[in-house]
């Protein structure tokens, strides 16, 4: 049996699907261009992929985004308008003994019938390197066109090999107007839609936009929801309400993956929230994090390189506070750890900031890359022997506590970086306060700071 009777066209595949047995999500999918939602980047008047989708000249592609955005809409409606044979494939339920002979048909369909062939292949993430690498040839010469569909940030999903040769489309996640426009859609259409239905249903616009935020930007989410809480109702009852909606939620699904591209971008939201001295959007990103389930030590481990990288000096209590919060969750566990690692986050958005410290290190460090293994001024040495006393090691050194202020004006880099200022406070907390003391002594060397 061909793959091509095993996996019939994705418009064959609906069209053999009784309106009443498949899924919503199924029926609504849109025929063309213009009964597709969002993604106007992309598709827009004008648009690169619009164009290419239109006059059936597609390149090689990934299609890149999160669920429901439509990367499977967008390859329906290259399969109802394209003059190509186009071959749906699954790397989950295929394998590459199939893909030989996709591959082996597609050739003979360009040689002796001269027609082309466009191989799409959902969750092409799921391949691994050797697997990806069987497109490549066939990519090459003509022999197909490959669309491929991913969640996972191309990058780091696909072959390097493999990408140089497709052009990269990024979906974005659709917007709640764009979710409750395809439900009004679902709502109304009397062919594929729950108008079809022998007792229509009917929605107010505030459930339909409590629907849209439970989805999430997934549309295929959000049409499931609605055709749930429309089976949900009694006998006679139209209206589909609040209540309804969410026995069909059952509960929230935060889309995080916490080894993909999405645990990286909260966790990156929740550092630059509290870099930005925001504590509303740090304790809603660090919530994010925790009830999607990841780990609070992790947060944890985050939350206190975080006290020395952009706080510092600035604030020294932040590291105690973080610390202490460590310490406390570790005793506590959850639930009511949850409060040591809230406290922590809120502290820490809300103190001052200063990345002095960091800038510090790096600065020396440039400096030891950049100098080598300078030696140690002779009055800083240890000299615990008595011939390092004659070899001159800790001549002239002064101890400070003898002398007013605690202070004395001596030198303690290598000769070569005498007067390099690694450590620049900035005006930020306590670090304000630390600073104006090292410039009064600096001053009384008789160096001013240098920039």
């Not at 025929?31 to 598709?43: A, F, M, P």
Request: proline share 6%; net charge neutral.
């Amino acid at each position: 049996m061909k793959p091509s009777e095993r996996q019939p066209s994705l418009l064959a595949a609906r069209q053999s699907k009784h309106s009443g047995e498949a899924p919503l999500a199924d029926r609504m999918r849109p025929r063309s261009l213009t009964e597709v939602v969002g993604q106007q980047q992309l598709i827009g008047d004008g648009k690169l992929l619009a164009r290419a989708i239109r006059d059936d000249r597609l390149p090689s592609m990934i299609l890149w985004g999160p669920p429901g955005s439509g990367k499977t809409t967008l390859a329906h409606v290259i399969s109802e308008v394209t003059r190509s044979e186009f071959v749906p494939f699954s790397a989950v339920l295929g394998g590459v003994a199939e893909l030989r002979t996709i591959i082996k048909e597609a050739r003979e369909r360009r040689d002796y019938h001269g027609k082309s062939t466009i191989l799409f292949v959902d969750e092409i993430h799921r391949f691994n390197k050797s697997q990806q690498d069987a497109f490549l040839p066939h990519v090459e010469n003509g022999t197909i066109r490959l669309i491929g569909a991913t969640t996972e940030n191309p990058s780091f999903a696909v072959n390097a090999a493999v990408l140089s040769r497709c052009r990269v489309f990024r979906l974005e996640q659709l917007s709640s107007e764009d979710i409750v426009s395809l439900l009004s859609r679902a709502l109304s259409d009397d062919s594929r839609g729950l108008a079809a239905m022998q007792e229509p249903p009917h929605a107010s616009r505030e459930v339909l936009e409590a629907i849209a935020v439970a989805a999430q930007g997934d549309a295929r989410r959000a049409l499931g929801l609605l055709e749930t809480a429309a089976a949900l109702r009694e006998p006679e009852q139209q209206e589909i309400d609040l209540d309804l909606v969410e026995q069909a939620i059952g509960g929230p699904t935060l889309l995080y993956d916490k080894s993909g591209e999405e645990h990286y971008n909260v966790v990156s939201a929740l550092i630059k929230s509290m870099r930005g001295s925001d504590p509303d959007a740090s304790i809603y990103w660090l919530m994010r994090m925790l009830e999607a389930g990841d780990d609070p030590l992790f947060v944890l481990r985050r939350l206190i390189i975080f006290a020395s990288e952009d706080v510092g000096n600035a604030d020294p209590r932040a590291l105690m506070v973080v610390v202490n919060a460590d310490q406390a969750f570790r005793r506590m566990g959850m639930p009511e750890g949850l409060y040591p690692i809230a406290h922590a986050c809120l502290y820490l958005a809300s103190c001052p900031k200063s990345n002095s410290v960091g800038r510090a290190f790096s600065a020396a460090r440039e400096a030891i890359k950049r100098h080598g293994a300078l030696p140690v001024p002779m009055s800083l040495r240890n000299a615990s022997t008595k011939l390092m006393k004659q070899e001159g090691y800790g001549a002239g050194y002064q101890y400070p506590h003898d002398h007013a202020g605690n202070w004395v004006d001596a030198n303690y880099l290598p000769e070569t970086l005498e007067g390099a200022r690694f450590y620049e406070p900035s005006d930020q907390g306590l670090e304000k306060a630390i600073g104006e003391r090292l410039q009064r002594l600096r001053s009384a060397k008789g160096k001013g700071p240098t920039s």
